[in-house]
């Protein structure tokens, strides 16, 4: 593939995504296999921006570019007919080798996400996953689970206490805090509202809780008030058909009843301090993921518009990722609508979107041109 004219970085970061990279295990941070949300990748620096690249799936197997490792630890993205990137690989970070007093890894707590974000799902399990015709068919919460990676259940002490040597270990920046729907009204923000208190009463680390929308709105101002700043209720995918078929449980929660749950929500964390990961490639149109984008910055909500990056052992772990073009027509238009809006990625106090490790969209927020 020749390279790319004028500004490449947009395309360079949006095709390692789409691709992946063959890594032959190349020392740095290894990533994530499996569990809750984007897995199977590994952090990689290009150009001073931090990504997620997926390296442990098949579509990475069958990518054409490799990261290779020179004699003198210079570390290069090579593919036939382009000139080598140089990349980094953030070192595995020094908290990895703690843990707790009882004897549990604090890695079995929480993960380093791309280059200074902490991350950890709460409840490791869900009510629809043992339940493939209700499950969400691109998740794999239960599998690191399952392999002994990770517990069933993070509490708050244990949180607190990982979010606190992290800090001050390796630098993070903030706090990522998803979880499995339990079956319970709150959808688990009781859990992000008592972790969020434990971890701010020992650092001031900025929190995003990501759950389903609760019965009780109440449980906006709760999760608020307990420390949590930036709130995250993902809808994944937009058209109905395809919801049905890719989140057949969690589906049943209409479009209306999310956006009425994100007006709700704004009123608590204000504009910009909401979002939503929209995954692009299960089936959605650009234009369907455009007009969606666009009423969500209308009410105030980050659209997260990421890759569907698929996982082993998942339902959804042969269906092919979104091209690279499909990904530039949706960050063009997305990033259009960001930059005549007063929201930003940046200014989000923490979350998925603060990050950005898992999308090109805040290159093109950030420029009036596209990114390739």
């Not at 020392?27 to 296999?33: C, I, L, Q």
């Not at 890894?105 to 993960?111: D, E, F, G, H």
């Not at 009425?260 to 608590?268: D, H, L, M, R």
């Not at 930059?339 to 093109?364: H, I, N, T, V």
């Amino acid at each position: 593939m020749a390279e790319a004219s004028g500004s490449a970085l947009g395309r360079r970061l949006t095709e390692l995504q789409v691709r992946g990279v063959v890594d032959p295990a190349v020392p740095g941070n290894p990533g994530r296999r499996g569990g809750a949300g984007p897995s199977d990748h590994r952090a990689l620096t290009i150009e001073g921006t931090t990504v997620m690249v997926p390296v442990y799936n098949a579509t990475a197997q069958d990518s054409p570019y490799r990261l290779t490792a020179g004699d003198d630890g210079a570390l290069h993205v090579e593919a036939e007919g382009v000139m080598p990137w140089a990349v980094e690989a953030p070192p595995e970070p020094r908290f990895y080798g703690l843990q707790t007093a009882d004897g549990i890894s604090y890695r079995s707590i929480a993960l380093l996400h791309g280059r200074d974000v902490l991350a950890t799902t709460l409840l490791q399990t869900c009510i629809r996953f043992r339940d493939r015709t209700q499950s969400c068919q691109f998740c794999a919460i239960e599998q690191s689970l399952e392999e002994g990676r990770t517990l069933v259940r993070k509490t708050p002490e244990q949180v607190a206490e990982v979010a606190e040597a992290a800090m001050r270990l390796d630098g993070v920046k903030q706090l990522v805090m998803t979880t499995g729907t339990p079956n319970s009204d709150d959808r688990g923000a009781r859990l992000m509202a008592e972790t969020a208190a434990a971890v701010k009463a020992r650092v001031p680390l900025p929190i995003q809780a990501q759950c389903e929308p609760p019965e009780d709105p109440i449980w906006y101002r709760r999760m608020k008030e307990a420390g949590v700043d930036s709130l995250g209720m993902h809808l994944e995918v937009v058209e109905p058909e395809v919801r049905r078929r890719v989140l057949p449980g969690k589906g049943e929660l209409t479009l209306e009843r999310y956006y009425e749950a994100f007006a709700k929500a704004v009123e608590v964390f204000g504009r910009g301090q909401v979002s939503t990961y929209l995954l692009a490639g299960l089936g959605d149109s650009a234009e369907s993921l455009m007009a969606c984008c666009e009423r969500l910055i209308a009410l105030g909500v980050y659209p997260f518009v990421v890759p569907f990056v698929p996982i082993a052992g998942t339902p959804l772990e042969g269906h092919p990722p979104p091209s690279t073009e499909f990904m530039l027509q949706v960050y063009g238009a997305v990033g259009g609508l960001l930059r005549a809006s007063d929201l930003s990625s940046e200014a989000m106090s923490a979350g998925c979107a603060k990050c950005g490790a898992c999308s090109a969209l805040s290159l093109f927020e950030a420029t009036p041109e596209p990114a390739f």
